[in-house]
Protein backbone atom coordinates (compact mmCIF):
# COMPACT_ATOMS: atom_id res chain seq x y z
CA UNK A 1 0.00 0.00 0.00
CA UNK A 2 1.38 3.56 -0.75
CA UNK A 3 2.57 5.42 2.07
CA UNK A 4 0.31 8.78 1.02
CA UNK A 5 -2.72 6.31 0.96
CA UNK A 6 -1.91 4.39 4.24
CA UNK A 7 -1.55 8.12 5.72
CA UNK A 8 -5.22 9.19 4.62
CA UNK A 9 -6.31 6.09 6.28
CA UNK A 10 -4.59 6.80 9.65
CA UNK A 11 -5.77 10.40 9.21
CA UNK A 12 -9.28 9.30 9.37
CA UNK A 13 -8.67 7.34 12.86
CA UNK A 14 -6.90 9.91 14.19
CA UNK A 15 -9.33 11.99 13.03
CA UNK A 16 -12.00 10.48 14.24
CA UNK A 17 -10.09 9.79 17.83
CA UNK A 18 -9.70 13.73 18.56
CA UNK A 19 -13.03 14.56 17.34
CA UNK A 20 -14.24 11.96 20.15
CA UNK A 21 -11.79 13.03 22.84
CA UNK A 22 -13.46 16.70 21.62
CA UNK A 23 -16.61 15.28 22.52
CA UNK A 24 -17.32 16.08 19.03
CA UNK A 25 -19.70 13.28 18.02
CA UNK A 26 -21.47 14.17 14.88
CA UNK A 27 -18.09 15.42 13.60
CA UNK A 28 -16.35 11.95 14.08
CA UNK A 29 -19.70 10.49 12.85
CA UNK A 30 -19.85 12.60 9.68
CA UNK A 31 -15.69 11.82 9.09
CA UNK A 32 -15.75 8.12 9.20
CA UNK A 33 -19.07 8.22 6.87
CA UNK A 34 -17.50 10.39 4.25
CA UNK A 35 -14.02 8.84 4.69
CA UNK A 36 -15.34 5.43 4.89
CA UNK A 37 -17.55 6.05 1.65
CA UNK A 38 -14.62 7.89 -0.10
CA UNK A 39 -12.41 4.54 0.23
CA UNK A 40 -14.66 1.97 -0.41
CA UNK A 41 -15.99 4.44 -3.45
CA UNK A 42 -12.42 3.97 -4.79
CA UNK A 43 -12.41 0.00 -4.03
CA UNK A 44 -9.64 0.70 -1.74
CA UNK A 45 -11.43 -2.29 0.04
CA UNK A 46 -7.24 -3.66 1.52
CA UNK A 47 -7.37 -0.11 3.06
CA UNK A 48 -10.48 -0.37 4.49
CA UNK A 49 -9.80 -3.30 6.62
CA UNK A 50 -6.62 -2.58 7.82
CA UNK A 51 -8.52 0.31 9.19
CA UNK A 52 -10.81 -1.92 11.15
CA UNK A 53 -8.33 -3.72 12.06
CA UNK A 54 -6.76 -1.18 13.79
CA UNK A 55 -9.26 0.77 15.38
CA UNK A 56 -8.78 1.59 18.70
CA UNK A 57 -12.47 0.78 19.82
CA UNK A 58 -11.03 1.90 23.74
CA UNK A 59 -10.67 5.63 22.02
CA UNK A 60 -14.58 5.41 20.98
CA UNK A 61 -18.34 5.78 22.44
CA UNK A 62 -21.09 3.53 21.20
CA UNK A 63 -22.00 5.92 18.02
CA UNK A 64 -18.74 5.87 16.92
CA UNK A 65 -18.28 2.29 16.68
CA UNK A 66 -21.77 1.52 14.98
CA UNK A 67 -20.93 4.03 12.94
CA UNK A 68 -18.01 2.06 11.60
CA UNK A 69 -20.25 -0.68 11.75
CA UNK A 70 -22.90 1.07 9.58
CA UNK A 71 -20.57 2.18 7.56
CA UNK A 72 -18.55 -0.71 6.08
CA UNK A 73 -21.96 -2.73 5.78
CA UNK A 74 -23.24 -1.77 2.18
CA UNK A 75 -19.54 -3.78 1.31
CA UNK A 76 -18.97 -6.17 3.84
CA UNK A 77 -18.46 -9.34 1.32
CA UNK A 78 -15.23 -7.27 0.19
CA UNK A 79 -13.79 -6.74 3.59
CA UNK A 80 -13.04 -10.06 4.79
CA UNK A 81 -11.38 -8.76 8.36
CA UNK A 82 -14.78 -6.98 9.08
CA UNK A 83 -16.48 -10.22 10.90
CA UNK A 84 -13.21 -9.92 12.99
CA UNK A 85 -14.26 -6.09 13.59
CA UNK A 86 -17.24 -7.20 14.66
CA UNK A 87 -16.38 -9.48 17.03
CA UNK A 88 -14.63 -6.77 18.53
CA UNK A 89 -17.21 -4.21 18.45
CA UNK A 90 -19.95 -6.89 20.34
CA UNK A 91 -17.25 -6.65 23.04
CA UNK A 92 -16.99 -3.51 23.20
CA UNK A 93 -20.71 -2.83 23.07
CA UNK A 94 -21.28 -5.28 25.88
CA UNK A 95 -18.74 -3.57 27.80
CA UNK A 96 -20.12 -0.04 27.87
CA UNK A 97 -24.09 -0.53 26.70
CA UNK A 98 -24.73 -4.14 28.52
CA UNK A 99 -25.72 -7.27 27.10
CA UNK A 100 -29.36 -6.90 25.84
CA UNK A 101 -28.61 -3.29 24.03
CA UNK A 102 -25.06 -4.31 22.33
CA UNK A 103 -27.05 -7.45 20.89
CA UNK A 104 -29.55 -5.25 19.14
CA UNK A 105 -27.07 -2.81 17.65
CA UNK A 106 -25.11 -5.53 16.51
CA UNK A 107 -27.73 -8.14 15.23
CA UNK A 108 -27.36 -7.14 11.80
CA UNK A 109 -23.98 -6.79 11.70
CA UNK A 110 -22.96 -10.49 12.49
CA UNK A 111 -22.59 -12.68 9.34
CA UNK A 112 -25.50 -14.93 10.18
CA UNK A 113 -27.47 -13.99 12.97
CA UNK A 114 -30.21 -16.92 12.48
CA UNK A 115 -27.05 -18.34 14.71
CA UNK A 116 -26.12 -16.26 16.73
CA UNK A 117 -26.31 -17.35 20.47
CA UNK A 118 -29.28 -15.06 21.70
CA UNK A 119 -31.49 -16.78 19.63
CA UNK A 120 -30.97 -19.79 21.67
Same mark, same amino acid.
Given at each position: ?8 ? $? ?7 ? %? ?8 ? %?? *? ?19 ? %? ?6 ? *? ?17 ? %? ?6 ? $?????? *? ?16 ? $? ?9
Amino acid at each position: MEEGRMAEV $EDLVEGAYR %LAACGKKEEA %LD *LIFQGVDKLLCEHRFGEVDAL %LGHVDLSR *LDSSLIVGFLNATLPMRQH %LPGRAAFV $ERAAMS *LRRLRGEEVAARLIQRHQ $EDSSCSPQDS
